[in-house]
Structures are given as C-alpha cells and as structure tokens.
T-cell receptor
Framework: NAGVTQTPKFQVLKTGQSMTLQCAQDMNHNSMYWYRQDPGMGLRLIYYSASEGTTDKGEVPNGYNVSRLNKREFSLRLESAAPSQTSVYFC????????????????FGQGTRLTVV | QQQVKQSPQSLIVQKGGISIINCAYENTAFDYFPWYQQFPGKGPALLIAIRPDVSEKKEGRFTISFNKSAKQFSLHIMDSQPGDSATYFCAASRDTGRRALTFGSGTRLQVQP
C-alpha cells in the first residue's frame, strides 16, 4: 500500500520554465491538497480538491494551477517558475467528504524539493 | 495573517525530560486540532488529535491539553527520547476536520541523550 506518491522528488528549474508536480493516492480518498513548506512558515495551503471534479484556492495560490485528473490524481503546475517558488511541496489526501464517522487524518507524500534559479 | 501561532521555534530537551509545545488560534470556527510529526526528508504524519469537547487527550507518552476559552492547545511529550527528535506542527481545521488544515510554523525538537 503506497499511500501518497509524489513525483519527482527533486527538481531544479530556471526562472520562467514550467513544470507539473504529480501526486497520486491509492486510499480512495475524496480530498486532496497541495502545500508548500518554507523554513519558519510551516505548511501553507496552495490549492485543494474536496472531491473529484472540484478545486479551490488555498492561502497561497498565485503562480500555480491544479488539475484533479480523477479521484486518485491531483497535479500542481507552475506555468512560469520564479525564485520565490523555491520550496518543498507536499501533496496530501484525506477521506474528506461527508459522513458521520469521518476519518479526518491527512496522509502526506514524501515531498518534492524544488529549486528555481 | 497567521491563524495558528506556534512556539517555541526550537526546543532542546534532555532524555527523560518533558517537551512542551504551545499553539494559539484565532478562528473560533476551528473544531479539530491535530499535531503532526515530521522527520527529515519525510512528509508530516499525524501524531495525535483533539476535538474541543474534551480538555485533554493522552496517547502513550503524548498528551494534548486544550483550553477553549483561551484558544490555546499544547503538546506534552513525557519521558522524551532521542527518537522523538523531529519537527512538530500543530494544526487546526473547521467543520469537524472536513476542511483543509491550517498549520502552525513548526517546532524543531532535539532530545539529547
């Protein structure tokens, strides 16, 4: 059982280049999230998808786009990378949705360390 | 605007000691308060969580204390061990945890042998 898988693990981009970070979960979770982690700032929410077919902005969405390709996959795209986007990116998933006995635990991938030069 | 404030930023504790990390929140709509543990090179993992209908929750050596009126909650690690050395994040969520987590800034804990 792989949980949440992110690719790539490391990436170096030049300013202005574009790239897509991939995320897949095999837990049949409804909700998926993208966070960025920067020193001294914790994890900040970029975008999330509460269910297949929906996406919403989080705290720091500027410069990013997302696609919820299907229930398993949630990708994050940087259209024109900037040095300020140098960070560690984490994808997460949780059961989410409705239901009385909701399991609220969020499971995280191992992260993508992105450097923009 | 930081909705969840965490302190201290770093903490050094001797083996066998008690580690205490504090968090304060502003949004009274928050109703789910988890703590996540992160080891270097890994993603965060859920350690323990509490809902505001109780003031304390204990799981092994880890205890969350919750003060709803003060809008504060804390993590206590009893008998701290070198293996507890990690970064700890408090977090909060709305709608009984259905909403995305808002994280604190993190505390880097070092437990010295």
């Amino acid at each position: 059982n792989a949980g949440v898988t992110q690719t790539p693990k490391f990436q170096v981009l030049k300013t202005g280049q574009s790239m897509t970070l991939q995320c897949a979960q095999d837990m049949n979770h409804n909700s998926m999230y993208w966070y960025r982690q920067d020193p001294g700032m914790g994890l900040r929410l970029i975008y999330y998808s509460a269910s297949e077919g929906t996406t919403d902005k989080g705290e720091v969405p500027n410069g990013y786009n997302v696609s919820r390709l299907n229930k398993r996959e949630f990708s994050l795209r940087l259209e024109s990378a900037a040095p300020s986007q140098t960070s560690v990116y984490f994808c997460a998933s949780s059961e989410g949705g409705g239901g009385l006995f909701l399991n609220t635990e969020a499971f995280f991938g191992q992260g993508t360390r992105l450097t923009v030069v | 605007q930081q909705q969840v404030k965490q302190s201290p930023q770093s903490l050094i504790v001797q083996k066998g000691g008690i580690s205490i990390i504090n968090c304060a929140y502003e949004n009274t709509a928050f109703d789910y308060f988890p703590w996540y543990q992160q080891f270097p090179g890994k993603g965060p993992a859920l350690l323990i969580a509490i809902r505001p209908d109780v003031s304390e929750k204990k799981e092994g050596r880890f205890t969350i204390s919750f003060n709803k009126s003060a809008k504060q909650f804390s993590l206590h690690i009893m008998d701290s061990q070198p293996g507890d050395s990690a970064t700890y994040f408090c977090a909060a969520s709305r709608d009984t945890g259905r909403r995305a987590l808002t994280f604190g800034s993190g505390t880097r804990l070092q437990v010295q042998p």
